[in-house]
């Protein structure tokens, strides 16, 4: 139960429950956790039933890592439960991060060149090129409601996603700069099972 602070126009008002014990204290493990793992270029997977506590740390975070000098990108993966067009949903994946990142969006010319590749290719040359080729900064990338991957349609083009960019941080310079986050509910084995991803790719924070 909520406690109450002081009084409002003769109304008692609810504290926000950051500022509970035991929610204050998970928030701050978590956070630290998580800025320190972003910061030195470790992927992670949070996972947590509590929405209230894990939407308060992606905000939280968000502003902290802001702050550090770490630009980010936030993605639903809900997207995933009804988009079953691969191309329409890496099109509008690559605007959005153009948009979030205060990027160029892409040309018509670069369309020409590259929009008629697989489309995960040419998410990854969009990121590699036009991203993390331009940004001098630390890039995260957040894909929140990550249990989709366990039913959504395209789940297994976005595990390709993920592989591809793991082998991409091992092989080009550039995306050494790139760091990611899931956020779900589901256990990270359970998501990842049946050799979809590495598991021990992710650090993994439970709140």
């Not at 060149?113 to 040359?125: D, K, N, S, T």
């Not at 760091?179 to 650090?203: C, Y």
Request: proline share 5%; with cysteine; hydrophobic share 45%.
């Amino acid at each position: 139960m909520m406690r109450i602070q002081s009084e409002t126009n003769g109304r008692p008002q609810p504290m926000p429950r950051a500022q509970t014990g035991p929610f204050k204290d998970r928030l701050i493990e978590a956070k630290a956790n998580l800025i320190t793992a972003v910061l030195a270029g470790q992927s992670s997977y949070v996972q947590g039933v509590d929405a209230p506590l894990r939407y308060r740390l992606l905000t939280d975070t968000a502003l902290r890592l802001a702050e550090l000098n770490q630009v980010a990108a936030y993605f639903d993966l809900s997207d995933l439960a009804y988009q079953y067009d691969l191309t329409t949903w890496v099109q509008n994946c690559i605007r959005l991060l153009a948009i979030q990142l205060n990027l160029p969006l892409p040309t018509a010319s670069w369309w020409s060149e590259y929009g008629e590749a697989e489309p995960i290719a040419v998410f990854m040359q969009f990121l590699g090129e036009n991203v993390l080729g331009q940004v001098e900064k630390p890039v995260l990338l957040s894909f929140d409601e990550a249990d989709q991957l366990l039913r959504a349609p395209l789940a297994a083009d976005f595990w390709r996603l993920l592989n591809q960019i793991s082998l991409a941080r091992e092989q080009k310079r550039e995306f050494e700069q790139l760091t990611l986050v899931l956020w779900g509910k589901a256990s990270w084995q359970q998501l990842a099972e049946n050799g979809r991803f590495p598991t021990n790719i992710f650090k993994q924070i439970i709140l």
